[in-house]
């Protein structure tokens, strides 16, 4: 039984994806990452020797700490924010207890380009639909909560990409970009592609891609769900001029989308109320 300062893997499970996810540090030691370099999702990696240096930055935040087995060094990790004021538990068992239950990982965050405060900088389109929310919903949920996404002129993209380190998506002849032959059953969208490189397999997100790829390359047959999927799209992006009002917007829609592939596809409803007497 966890004690009162741990949090379980099943717990911590339910919260990855979701709004109401705590941030997550990884404090494994670099013998240990080695051996298995993936991450719980959303999880960033900090060094447990320089702690109360950087405990600071989580002033009042929630926090979860893993290490290798949840042992001493998750435990005195998260012991010390909570001295430095976060809400902070360990993660029973640590990445050991994750891995053996089976849960998602991710992969390649290392490679990433970052700005100067550590966070993940991309740049696309502006004037977002589809690909251009689902993806930083992802990476947002997923790979960084603290990503940075910047929306500027199609034939700037790359431009400032290079001038800015930011990485591009989204747009022809980049890595973060669809692939396959268009009009094929093989073309995939770039939501597809970060979900293969990121190595986020599962059979929630895997519906859901479904839904992205369907409504973002015309295949609205591909799922059922695609055609009020591309149509609530296409009405946030006219409901805002500004592409960054659209993308918190969007993140509501992406949120309740991904929970009803995690947790609602076998629930219906009808009317009227077959419990209610004439």
Not at 106 to 130: I, N, Y
Not at 141 to 155: C, G, I, N, T, W
Not at 189 to 206: I, K, N, R, V
Request: aromatic share 8%.
């Amino acid at each position: 039984m966890a004690l009162p300062i741990e949090i379980t893997v099943p717990q911590l499970a339910r919260l990855v994806g979701t709004p109401d996810a705590p941030i997550i540090i990884d404090v494994r030691i670099e013998e240990d990452f080695a051996t298995d370099p993936h991450l719980i999702p959303g999880s960033s990696r900090r060094d447990y020797r320089s702690c109360q240096e950087w405990a600071p930055v989580y002033l009042g935040k929630r926090i979860v700490v893993s290490c290798q087995k949840g042992l001493k060094l998750s435990q005195g990790v998260a012991a010390l924010l909570r001295h430095a004021g976060a809400d902070a538990v360990s993660l029973e068992g640590g990445f050991e207890g994750w891995v053996a239950a089976g849960e998602l990982l991710t992969k390649g965050t290392d490679a990433l380009r970052r700005d100067a405060q550590g966070r993940s900088l991309w740049v696309t389109r502006a004037r977002p639909k589809v690909d251009r929310i689902a993806c930083p919903w992802l990476i947002r949920r997923f790979v960084d909560p603290d990503a940075v996404f910047l929306y500027v002129a199609a034939s700037e993209v790359e431009a400032v990409a290079d001038r800015f380190g930011a990485m591009p998506f989204d747009v022809d002849g980049v890595f973060w970009s669809h692939r396959g032959p268009v009009g094929s059953t093989a073309h995939t969208c770039t939501f597809d592609t970060m979900l293969t490189e990121f190595g986020l397999l599962s059979p929630a997100l895997d519906r859901l891609a479904m839904i992205v790829r369907a409504a973002d390359t015309a295949r609205l047959d591909l799922a059922p769900q695609a055609a009020g999927f591309l149509a609530a799209s296409l009405g946030l992006s006219r409901m805002f001029s500004d592409d960054l009002a659209q993308l918190d917007a969007g993140m509501l829609l992406y949120d309740a989308f991904y929970r009803w592939c995690r947790d609602g596809t076998e629930e219906t409803h009808n009317w009227p109320n077959p419990g209610r007497k004439a």
